[in-house]
């Protein structure tokens, strides 16, 4: 591993796309458009997820999205956060392909209201279906490495286990986990859900992940881009923290100013 | 919707840009391409989707 002259050296590739901002972020939340569009400007993200929804009939003139996040600067990932079957996750990412044009896009298919934890049953389902029609899915999924392992055999093209529970910004609960799901990946490995602060997203970083994506610790923040620019600034940190390998912990102290020629 | 009109025509009756969204007819996907050439027929039951906010 080189270590990267700039941060703008130091890029990941998925789905044959390279980016160099290694924070993806959600668009939901937020108290305005322009509010969401100034956090991901702050942020650096290159990708923002986005959800697939209904069109309101009786107010067309709605602000959308799209005018405010422009999808040929930044790369939109369809995702099917509150789909709980394969069924309805295909077909909500059937959709957004129409809808965007793109293959790229993110599978969530949820288990329980409660916890949000994934249905990994339902969600290696959906992933065989969707490699076959041509889909490139990035897959949230449990902080198993088997599971992340089955995934990757389905074709799945980014692994994304939780932190912690969707929304709860409870930080890092499982270092050991997805260390070995990091270890054991041949594809990019990303933190999804459970970051509340800068620490917990350099704490990702840390542990060798490829990226993070995070949403409520952005959108609920006091102040959204500000805390869009302590994300950039952490997960920068931590990468590079990673590259430049910690020292070894030690039980007792050792003095860092030499102990020859001491008065 | 009268009959005879294309989905292409029924979006924008509906005050919708076809380049923004999404549209399933019977469950089925209709194709961007073709929205213009498909004809609404009495009993279809359409899906509209774009994209929103979200995590």
């Known amino acids: ?263 | 919707m009268t009959g005879g009109l294309s989905i292409a025509a029924m979006l924008g009756e509906l005050g919708l840009d076809a380049r923004k969204v999404a549209v399933e007819r019977n469950l089925e996907i209709v194709p961007r391409a073709t929205l213009g050439e498909v004809a609404v027929a009495e009993g279809d039951a359409f899906e509209i989707v774009h994209f929103v906010g979200g995590g």
């Open chain 1, 1 to 263: 591993m080189n270590a990267p002259q700039s941060m703008s050296s130091d890029s990941w590739t998925v789905a044959g796309r390279t980016f160099t901002s290694r924070l993806i972020v959600g668009t939901g939340k937020y108290k305005s458009l322009e509010e969401n569009a100034a956090a991901v400007e702050a942020s650096g993200a290159e990708i923002v997820t986005v959800a697939v929804r209904r069109v309101n009939i009786s107010d067309p003139s709605q602000p959308m999205l799209t005018d405010h996040i422009d999808p040929n600067k930044v790369t939109y990932l369809p995702n099917t956060a509150g789909c709980f079957t394969a069924d309805d996750a295909i077909r909500t990412l059937r959709l957004a392909r129409e809808a965007g044009g793109w293959n790229l896009v993110k599978l969530e298919v949820l288990g329980e209201a409660k916890t949000l934890y994934p249905d990994m049953r339902e969600t290696l389902k959906a992933t065989e279906v969707l490699v076959k029609e041509g889909f490139e899915p990035m897959v949230y999924c449990v902080d198993d490495p088997i599971a992340a392992k089955q995934l990757e055999e389905a074709g799945a093209i980014a692994i994304m286990p939780l932190g912690a529970p969707i929304g709860s910004g409870l930080g890092i609960q499982n270092r050991v986990t997805i260390r070995l799901i990091v270890e054991g990946a041949g594809v990019p490995v990303l933190v999804d859900a459970g970051v509340g602060t800068a620490s917990d997203a350099a704490q990702a970083m840390e542990l060798g992940c490829d990226g993070v994506l995070m949403n409520t610790a952005i959108a609920e923040a006091k102040d959204p881009v500000l805390m869009a620019r302590a994300m950039k600034a952490a997960v920068e940190s931590g990468r590079l923290a990673y590259l430049a390998g910690r020292m070894q912990k030690r039980r007792y102290a050792d003095p860092s100013s030499p102990l020859a020629g001491l008065i």
